[in-house]
């Protein structure tokens, strides 16, 4: 039961519906910008600058409710199992008051994008965007508490599988609000933030539908026995998830706002950056699945006071994630032309393409090690440190590292796009050594507590 082959089978088990589940996701953002580049290059613009503000402010959110699946995780190898449906409970109203927040920021679109001075017709479709799309935002927050309900209790197959219903709703709701059809006006950029949110709405419903038919969690009766607002058991959730949240901010903004520094610097600067930056978001995935693996599992051996078998499963889970970053990184070398191939055939863009693909390689490494070292220590519920160390090798190191090499001739020449990314694998590489660190700190003190209680 607890050798090291069962225990990466496991982590595989558990990371490859959430894997899939991401490839679904991102799936949806191609095919939204691809549907609305069929309009006008307008409207595909209106959907980057409405997601540009959608998702870091609904992914924060998203991340205080990421406290749940160690919260439930712990609580089944503890064998609480009567614990989990008030937390469920608790989350679900924490998700609805976030939601609405969320939607009170959204309503708040034109004075927003007033502040990114943009073209007229742009910003009309981007306020358009963010108008319907804000509708989606209790129903992704409630599909979250979902999730991590099921999540921590070691089943991802839901996620996965809902993931392709969102899918499979997607690409019809664009079709119709886009482009007009069904007797519907034809919204073009816009019309993607109505498919985002009924996309939502149908994840959210799927998912409960699934959790009110299915045998496998019928001893949890979740959707009865509602209790009042505990102000306490909501308190506990976002202690843990607010830095978790925070976190998540601050990385995401960390890339937007490279983004806009590079943008001066011409098309040719940004397009290379935009490919190396994609490219890095969809290997990104691998990471993250096996992390949140590693949250689960060692969360749940935690409950159990297994404290020996939960650091084990920390260190297979980083040997696994080396050993993926290791060939990833292998194949983005030796392909780095061919990957930019499938973004562009520019010529100019092809070659600083190459280039920084060479920096997207070693960023694999520390990004895969900061990303797995995080989840780990998430599992273990110690997520204060997280933020700061976020804080301090993100925005400190990376983005400090990435303005002097990329922008100044303080050290050397400025280096444009490819500073960013040697200011990107700095901050990482902090992070990953820091994280490591604070990990080892918090298993020791654990292994000393278990020898005293002994």
């Given amino acids: 039961m607890h050798s090291?082959?069962?225990?990466?089978?496991?982590?595989?088990?558990?990371?490859?519906p959430v894997l899939a589940a991401q490839?679904?996701?991102?799936?949806?953002?191609?095919?939204?910008?691809v549907m609305a580049g069929r309009v006008s290059a307008t409207d595909m613009a209106a959907v980057a600058v409405g997601t540009s503000i959608w998702l870091p402010t609904i992914l924060f959110f998203a991340g205080i409710l990421m406290a749940l699946t160690p919260m439930v995780s712990h609580h089944h190898g503890a064998r609480q199992e009567r614990k989990i449906r008030p937390l469920i409970h608790q989350g679900i109203y924490l998700a609805v008051v976030c939601g609405l927040l969320a939607m009170a920021i959204f309503t708040q679109a034109e004075w927003i994008l007033a502040q990114m001075d943009l073209d007229p017709q742009?910003?009309?479709?981007?306020r358009g965007y963010l108008t319907v799309v804000l509708?989606?935002?209790?129903?992704?927050?409630?599909?979250?508490?979902?999730?991590?309900?099921?999540?921590?209790?070691s089943w991802t197959l839901p996620s996965m599988v809902i993931g392709f219903v969102g899918l499979a709703i997607n690409i019809p709701a664009n079709y119709i609000f886009i482009y007009g059809h069904f007797g519907m006006p034809a919204m073009g950029g816009a019309g993607c933030g109505v498919a985002t949110a009924l996309v939502f709405w149908g994840m959210?419903?799927?998912?409960?539908?699934y959790l009110l038919v299915t045998k496998r969690f019928s001893e949890y009766q979740l959707f009865q026995g509602w209790k009042r607002v505990n102000l306490s058991l909501q308190g506990a959730v976002v202690k843990l998830g607010l830095p978790i949240a925070l976190a998540l901010f601050f990385e995401v903004t960390l890339f937007a706002v490279v983004a806009v520094a590079i943008a001066p610097l011409g098309p040719v600067i940004v397009a290379g950056h935009q490919?190396?930056?994609n490219f890095s978001g969809l290997i990104f995935m691998l990471p993250l699945a096996l992390g949140m693996a590693l949250?689960?599992?060692?969360?749940?051996?935690?409950?159990?006071?297994?404290f020996d078998i939960a650091a084990m499963v920390a260190r297979i889970g980083l040997m696994m994630g080396l050993g993926i970053a290791v060939?990833?990184?292998?194949?983005?070398?030796?392909?780095?032309?061919?990957?930019a191939l499938l973004y562009t055939t520019d010529s100019e863009v092809l070659i600083l393409a190459g280039q920084l693909m060479l920096l997207c390689a070693i960023y694999q490494l520390s990004d895969t090690v900061q990303v797995v070292t995080a989840a780990t220590l998430r599992g273990y519920k110690d997520t204060t440190a997280l933020l700061w160390i976020s804080l301090v090798s993100y925005w400190g190191i990376g983005l400090t590292t990435g303005i002097v090499l990329g922008l100044t001739d303080w050290l050397v020449p400025a280096m444009g796009a490819a500073g960013f990314w040697i200011g990107f694998i700095a901050g990482l590489s902090a992070a990953a050594l820091m994280l490591k660190i604070r990990l080892k700190g918090v298993q020791r003190r654990l292994a000393l507590a278990q020898e005293s209680a002994g």
């Fill in 204 to 209: 959210f419903l799927a998912m409960a539908l």
């Fill in 275 to 277: 490919v190396a930056a």
């Fill in 135 to 153: 509708w989606g935002a209790p129903p992704f927050l409630l599909f979250q508490v979902l999730r991590n309900f099921t999540e921590g209790l």
């Fill in 327 to 339: 060939i990833t990184a292998l194949a983005t070398v030796l392909f780095r032309e061919q990957i």
């Fill in 122 to 126: 742009l910003f009309e479709l981007s």
């Fill in 295 to 306: 949250t689960i599992r060692v969360g749940y051996y935690l409950g159990r006071k297994e």
């Fill in 23 to 33: 490839v679904a996701q991102t799936m949806m953002g191609f095919i939204d910008t």
């Fill in 4 to 16: 090291r082959l069962y225990q990466a089978k496991s982590l595989i088990r558990l990371a490859l």
